[in-house]
């Protein structure tokens, strides 16, 4: 399994980054930063955030890839950036929950930040399956899971909710919002460059709040686990709830029309909503939208399958150990139902669960939380 996932990181390099040079939107993006104004717009591009010039370079590009995504001007891209926005945001709710578990103290699996950034600057794609992959190899919670090495610090359990609201949903609203009804095109662009370090905002905050807030929280097995499903839980809404919203929509653009305006129908057709461009098909992309929509594709669709391939594993692993049985057919089953339902990162977030209720109930109870120390 850790070949397949180091695998699918590896072939972001043709899938995704060849293929950005190959169909032009590389070369549509030198376009824009030559015309001094953002894609599809005649309002002016943003140059100067911190006034450190490579950082500057970088934010300008990435808002420059992230801003039609945002506008209104191609829904279907924006639908399905809504879709992923869930998918990651359940997919990293599971990272930072392996970085904190005590069998993962000290390995690569407890710095979740660095693979975050690396997620934002090459990909979710590239950086979920290479950290998923190291985690299989290097933690013992993936070979041998039991209560006492899988077990999460309870402060962190009880804040981990809120600081994904903080740290990843709220600045994820606030760069949506329409431009210029509600926020000016410089303020949008301002909020693009302030969401792209959200991994380390959520690092950082969970840091904090566990040396904050353990010494209030005392050792206390049955809230723990509570506190456990409620992170569950919030994960799956938020991965089910935008996968259901990113199909119901171009779905609903077939069986009834009459509910959206007419110049929105063909973007929001199912087959340009979901298509999967072929890397090799030597398709050139006409904007900046359009290259950026089949860019998040393969980056949606390689990042969830190495997401549910690694949760596949940890679920298998733990119910041959303590069950001595897994069902392979049951499994898929399971997996394509709920794939369908909330999404392949909401099975994944479902399968993980269940390991971890399977693990407390049969190696040790609820006996979850232990204190220790780490760093992000």
């Known amino acids: 399994m850790r070949l397949i996932l180091f ?27 030559a015309s001094g104004k ?36 191609s829904p279907g891209l924006l639908v ?30 407890a ?58 949903q ?49 050792d206390n097995p049955r809230a723990s686990m509570s506190a456990l499903r409620w992170v569950y839980a919030t994960a799956l809404a938020t991965a089910g709830l935008a996968h259901l919203v990113s199909w119901v929509i171009p779905l609903a653009s077939v069986v009834a029309p009459v509910l959206f305006k007419d110049r929105f129908l063909a973007g929001l057709h199912p087959s340009n909503v979901f298509q999967i461009p072929i890397p090799w098909s030597g398709v050139q992309v006409q904007s900046v939208a359009e290259g950026v929509h089949y860019f998040l594709r393969w980056d949606y669709l390689i990042g969830s399958a190495g997401t549910l391939l690694w949760a596949s594993k940890l679920y298998t692993v733990a119910h041959k150990q303590i069950l001595r049985t897994v069902s392979l057919t049951g499994l898929v089953v399971k997996i394509v139902l709920l794939s369908i339902i909330v999404g392949p990162t909401g099975a994944a977030v479902e399968l993980v669960w269940e390991r971890d209720e399977l693990v407390f109930k049969e190696t040790g109870g609820s006996r979850q939380v232990s204190s220790m120390k780490k760093s992000s």
């Open 7 to 33: 695998a699918l990181s590896a072939s972001t390099l043709y899938v995704i980054w060849y293929f950005a040079v190959a169909n032009g939107l590389l070369a549509q993006n030198d376009i824009v930063v």
């Open 38 to 73: 953002l894609p599809g717009t005649n309002e002016p591009l943003r140059t100067s955030y911190t006034g450190i010039e490579p950082v500057d370079r970088l934010l300008t590009l990435l808002t420059i890839f992230f801003y039609p995504a945002l506008d209104g001007q």
């Open 80 to 109: 399905h950036s809504l879709g992923f926005s869930g998918t990651f945001g359940a997919a990293w709710t599971l990272v930072v929950l392996e970085s904190w578990r005590k069998g993962n103290a000290g390995t690569i699996a």
């Open 111 to 168: 710095y979740p930040m660095l693979f975050g950034l690396a997620a934002q600057l090459l990909t979710f794609a590239c950086s979920a399956p290479l950290f998923l992959g190291l985690h299989l190899g290097s933690s013992i919670t993936a070979r041998q899971p039991r209560a006492d090495n899988i077990s999460v610090p309870r402060a962190v359990l009880a804040t981990l909710p809120l600081i994904f609201l903080v740290g990843y």
């Open 170 to 218: 709220a600045p994820s609203i606030a760069m949506a919002l329409p431009a210029p009804r509600v926020l000016s095109s410089d303020w949008k662009q301002i909020a693009i460059a302030i969401w792209q370090p959200w991994p380390a905002y959520v690092s950082i905050m969970t840091t904090v709040a566990y040396h904050l807030v353990s010494p209030l929280l005392p």
